[in-house]
């Protein structure tokens, strides 16, 4: 069992370690090092700040290597999935920290609903008319590739 376990928690950082170096790779190519370095120090009440981009995709990756674990295989299909689960979660998270942080949520009866519905719709729309989905997405899935070829690699059985 403390074997299945270290191997788990070694996947999961090998997943989180890529996933956020690739994500501030094409943070850096979108945004140039000024603006990139602005995000990462910047307050989280006030802007759109690294701590809470990497805050956001931890807990996306942790929720989802508890929940999506088995269905690893040797297919990189699955991996795939997981990345893009990883990517979509991270975001919803992000924009759902951002408004409890932000204190953009009324808690009154029927608009606190709101809180369940806005973050996909931002998602959606973040999907259609931005970029910024996909700078969430293509790490994730680059990062579910490199922990499908380290498995292969290493020959570890998958979980």
Do not use: H
């Not at 995709?57 to 893009?84: C, E, H, M, N, W």
């Not at 409890?100 to 998602?123: D, M």
């Not at 931005?130 to 590739?145: C, D, E, H």
């Amino acid at each position: 069992m403390k074997e299945k376990t270290a191997k788990q928690l070694k996947l999961f950082i090998i997943y989180l370690l890529s996933y956020w170096l690739l994500s501030i790779i094409s943070c850096l190519i979108a945004f140039g090092y000024d603006n990139s370095l602005r995000m990462l120090l910047a307050s989280p009440k006030s802007d759109l700040s690294g701590a809470l981009l990497f805050f956001s995709s931890f807990i996306a990756t942790a929720l989802l290597f508890v929940f999506r674990y088995k269905t690893f295989s040797d297919q990189p299909y699955p991996y795939f999935i997981f990345g893009f689960y990883v990517g979509n979660v991270s975001l919803l998270m992000l924009f759902i920290l951002d408004a409890f942080i932000r204190e953009l949520i009324v808690w009154k009866f029927p608009e606190f609903l709101l809180v369940f519905i806005s973050p996909f719709v931002e998602l959606v729309l973040s999907y259609l008319f931005f970029g910024f989905a996909f700078l969430a997405i293509i790490p994730a899935v680059t990062s579910a590739f490199i922990l499908y070829a380290v498995q292969r690699k290493l020959l570890l059985p998958p979980i």
